[in-house]
């Protein structure tokens, strides 16, 4: 057998052709034109020993520019934040690691706890009701939360804010599309959305607001000026949050938000070179049954033993199809894993400590840009709103942000995000990350480089 780790053998394939009735497993193949075959030797190596083998493959990962090899300023949805080292002893546990999805209570019980321990803290933090556990990540989330409120008020229209992550837009058009849902999109002004043009947007055919603070370019939405204009109209107002500036702000329960989404990426959750990661979705009481993903309950058993239990499913593979609200399915208990141990530890003390570090230090970077030790700067803040941690510099015309981060990374540095990639009237910005990793040396060398590269 020449492939010694590969299930097929010669008399495996021999009986699969006899069954399917070709000559050989070329001929499942015939149908694609030869010229778009590839005829040459794919530039592999040749057969590696393991020692080899794990030094080649080493070679091959450190290409990638890694959070341990470069300071970070690069956000944008993913952040480089402190991961405290129990997460990873906890979550590499086999009962952890290896749990699926806890149909079984019988044998599930940890897992069913970890997950309601998960939804606990997540109400705490956001001050709703009720929270679920198991969406794909906060895109995905405030795509279902979207869905939600059509159904819940019986519109169509949902009302999305420009400054909501243009990703997580996409994701709302593409489910908007299969549910048959109005998609309004509303501009924003000095960095945050057009309050005049989100008044009148909202109309007795909106749904719902969805909008996120801080919002993609880093700044603080007027959440009481929105919640007023959308209840007014009698529809649903959805925050999209950074769990982590939670620890400063007002809570969304108390700003009047009926469904909170997000990402919990920054609770202890690796960016991972884009994911995976995992959504949160808490809503207030009324809307509880709505919910999509999984709900964990505690109740007693029969001897009045505490247990934890899925309870009122939405998803279509619990109910009938017609009256399902959702069919998330993947489970991503493992890493809301990572985010409660990641609460957990940190404690409310470590929580708001962390998200004033973050504060702090990415207003000192921003310091930086306004006023410079060495005069005029050739960057400056785009937009004077108020900010967690991250900010849109603005960079001299014609300044090409592809090759300027390329000459960052030269220096050790992931250089921000440019903004023109999205918005094209932000052409020549640059959105700045500064997490409680960052040193003040990395700040003032980032910034001083940036200077030198344009």
Do not use: W
């Not at 290409?63 to 997460?87: K, M």
């Not at 840009?369 to 960079?395: C, I, M, T, W, Y």
């Not at 030269?410 to 040193?439: C, I, W």
């Amino acid at each position: 057998m020449k492939h010694r780790y590969l299930p097929m053998t010669p008399e495996d394939e021999k009986e699969m052709l006899e069954v399917i009735g070709a000559e050989s497993v070329a001929e499942l193949f015939a149908d694609i034109p030869e010229a778009v075959k590839y005829s040459g030797t794919l530039p592999m190596s040749g057969v590696l020993g393991e020692p080899a083998l794990m030094k080649h493959l080493k070679g091959l990962a450190s290409r990638n520019a890694d959070f341990e090899r470069y300071a970070s300023f690069l956000g944008a949805g993913l952040y480089d934040h402190q991961i405290p080292v129990v997460i990873q002893h906890l979550i590499s546990r086999s009962e952890f690691y290896t749990a699926y999805t806890p149909y079984q209570p019988e044998i599930s019980q940890g897992e069913l706890q970890a997950i309601f321990e998960f939804q606990s803290y997540i109400c705490e933090l956001t001050g709703m009701k009720v929270a679920n556990a198991s969406m794909y990540d906060g895109a995905t989330a405030l795509a279902e939360a979207a869905a939600l409120a059509a159904g819940a008020v019986k519109r169509r229209k949902i009302v999305v804010a420009r400054t909501v992550h243009p990703e997580a837009r996409e994701i709302v058009r593409t489910t908007a599309r299969g549910l048959d849902l109005e998609i309004v999109e509303v501009d924003f002004k000095d960095g945050v959305t057009d309050l005049e043009k989100l008044a009148a947007a909202i109309d007795g055919d909106t749904a719902a607001v969805l909008v996120q603070t801080p919002n993609f370019l880093g700044h603080l939405e007027d959440i009481p000026a929105i919640e007023a204009l959308i209840h007014q109209a009698k529809g649903l107002l959805v925050m999209s949050v950074n769990p982590l500036s939670l620890g400063l702000l007002e809570s969304p329960g108390r700003l009047g938000a009926d469904v909170v989404v997000g990402d919990a990426q920054p609770l202890g959750i690796p960016a991972s070179f884009g994911g995976p990661t995992c959504g949160f979705f808490a809503v207030t009481e009324a809307l509880m049954r709505r919910m999509p993903g999984r709900i964990v309950g505690q109740t007693v058993d029969r001897d009045g033993k505490r247990g934890f239990v899925l309870t009122l499913q939405a998803r279509e593979q619990h109910i009938r199809r017609e009256k399902a609200t959702s069919n998330i399915c993947s489970n991503q208990a493992l890493l809301a894993l990572c985010a409660s141990v990641y609460m957990s530890v940190m404690g409310k003390e470590g929580f708001r400590e962390a998200a004033l570090l973050n504060y702090r230090k990415a207003r000192y970077a921003a310091g930086l840009a306004a006023a410079p030790a060495g005069g005029d700067s050739k960057v400056q803040l785009a937009f004077e709103a108020p900010f967690f941690n991250e900010f849109a510099l603005r960079l001299p015309e014609g300044a090409d942000i592809q090759a300027v981060n390329a000459q960052l990374l030269e220096k050790g540095f992931l250089g921000g995000y440019d903004l023109g990639a999205a918005y094209p009237e932000l052409s020549g910005h640059m959105l700045v990350a500064v997490t409680e990793q960052r040193t003040k040396d990395e700040i003032d060398a980032f910034m001083r480089e940036l200077e030198a590269c344009l």
